[in-house]
């Protein structure tokens, strides 16, 4: 029985940790983690950072757009390079989880 409840519950954790760890992972294989880091600044924002000044409006979808066109003077000085070789669906993967804290 207590097997039983020890396998649930290590199910529920996977599937509730599961997410974060593949958009990491998908941060990691699109580079995004060369400039960018959850909780600190390293060239780029945190994603905690960004998720805090666009909360409550704005959409993924807006999000996804400037992550592929890139842009400068939002964070700084230094310009956010394009990422057009990112997939749509990928920025918006990455966008709705920067959004949501980057948990």
């Given amino acids: 029985m207590k097997s039983l409840i020890g396998l649930a519950l290590l199910g529920t954790l996977t599937s509730l940790c599961a997410p ?3 958009n990491t992972a998908l ?3 699109n580079g995004c983690l060369a400039c960018h ?3 600190h600044k390293v060239v780029g924002p945190a994603y905690q950072e960004v998720a805090k ?3 409550g409006n704005t959409k993924p979808e807006d ?3 400037r992550i592929k066109a890139g842009g400068s003077g939002n964070w700084g000085p230094i310009p956010m390079p ?3 070789a990112l997939s ?3 920025a918006k ?3 709705a989880w920067i959004l949501a804290g980057a948990k």
Avoid: F, I, R, S
Wanted: aromatic share 4%; no cysteine.
């Fill in 63 to 65: 999000l996804a757009k």
């Fill in 27 to 29: 941060a990691q294989k």
């Fill in 20 to 22: 974060a760890l593949a």
């Fill in 82 to 84: 394009p990422q057009g």
């Fill in 53 to 55: 000044k666009y909360a």
């Fill in 93 to 95: 993967t990455l966008a």
């Fill in 88 to 90: 749509d669906a990928d």
């Fill in 37 to 39: 880091a959850v909780d």
